[in-house]
């Protein structure tokens, strides 16, 4: 019997979701291609905090990302 590794992550599921009712939210988007960047090694944490810092707390008011708060 062979099973099959569902290696879906939830950034994945995420990113490729449209928002409902807005058609999806392009930085949502971003943010988990960007996400799924880091996985896979293109892309540093510390380049992914610092893009999303001022974003995340404009939207949320604070950021508690690892590194986040410090930022």
Known sequence: MTHRIDDT???DLI??????GNGG?????RMGRD???????ELSQEVFYER????????FGFDRRPGG???
Not at 25 to 29: C, I, L, S, T, Y
Request: no cysteine; hydrophobic share 30%; aromatic share 6%.
């Open 15 to 20: 990113a490729d979701s449209p928002q409902s």
């Open 52 to 59: 999303y810092h001022e974003e995340i707390l404009a939207r």
């Open 9 to 11: 992550t939830p950034l």
């Open 69 to 71: 708060e410090d930022r």
């Open 35 to 41: 996400a799924r960047r880091v996985t896979r090694g």
């Open 25 to 29: 939210d392009e930085f949502a988007q």
